[in-house]
T-cell receptor, first 114, second 112 residues
Framework: DSGVTQTPKHLITATGQRVTLRCSPR?????VYWYQQSLDQGLQFLIQ???????AKGNILERFSAQQFPDLHSELNLSSLELGDSALYFC?????????????FGPGTRLTVL | SQQGEEDPQALSIQEGENATMNCSYK?????LQWYRQNSGRGLVHLIL?????REKHSGRLRVTLDTSKKSSSLLITASRAADTASYFC????????????FGKGTMLLVSP
């Protein structure tokens, strides 16, 4: 158990819908990262927040947005969902934001778009 | 886009044998990390090697890094059935940010 929690574990929804994925980082971790894992794209970095502020952005679609709240939990919002958005979405956290930090991954949310 | 490319894509061995996985990457890095993922679960950090290091050990794991060839290898000695998992290399950029770029992974199957 990494100490990072994600809810829900599974999500099944229809195309065009909007969903929110939630992540609680390990106690004391200020950085939160979101990743998408799919069969064709592999594991892709989406976005990072550090202490409430956006720190880095990866291959995140405009239909997707995220935020980190004052209590440091984070939410990833996915809207206008398409079949291709079906994937495992992981949240990770780390103490700091430098390149030598260890990222601790949550168990993931499996999103299925029908 | 993927930075690292692992090789082989899949590896099947018997318990007790050694497993070697390779990773190649394209751009300069600050460090390279290896992660393990059990089927459909979260990734677990195994080891980090900095760009100025050539070799690092952790238990049954040995990682090497050759920055001139932009490649790394992960050796698991005396494999166990519990080592069955996918293994990913991930690179951290020289910019100092902690964002990681992952390869597509090697699936390791260790049979009893």
């Amino acid at each position: 158990d990494s100490g990072v929690t994600q809810t829900p574990k599974h999500l099944i929804t229809a195309t065009g819908q909007r969903v929110t994925l939630r992540c609680s980082p390990r106690s004391g971790d200020l950085s939160v990262y979101w990743y998408q894992q799919s069969l064709d794209q592999g594991l892709q970095f989406l976005i990072q927040y550090y202490n409430g502020e956006e720190r880095a952005k990866g291959n995140i679609l405009e239909r997707f947005s995220a935020q980190q709240f004052p209590d440091l939990h984070s939410e990833l919002n996915l809207s206008s969902l398409e079949l291709g958005d079906s994937a495992l979405y992981f949240c990770a956290s780390s103490v700091g934001s430098g390149s030598l930090v260890t990222q601790y991954f949550g168990p993931g949310t499996r999103l299925t778009v029908l | 886009s993927q930075q690292g490319e692992e090789d082989p894509q899949a590896l099947s061995i018997q318990e007790g044998e050694n497993a070697t996985m390779n990773c190649s990457y394209k751009t300069s890095i600050n460090n390279l990390q290896w992660y393990r993922q059990n089927s459909g679960r979260g990734l677990v950090h195994l080891i980090l090697i900095r760009s100025n290091e050539r070799e690092k050990h952790s238990g049954r794991l040995r990682v090497t890094l050759d920055t001139s060839k932009k490649s790394s290898s992960l050796l698991i000695t005396a494999s166990r059935a519990a080592d069955t998992a996918s293994y990913f290399c991930a690179t951290a950029p020289t910019s100092g940010y902690s964002t990681l770029t992952f390869g597509k992974g090697t699936m390791l199957l260790v049979s009893p």
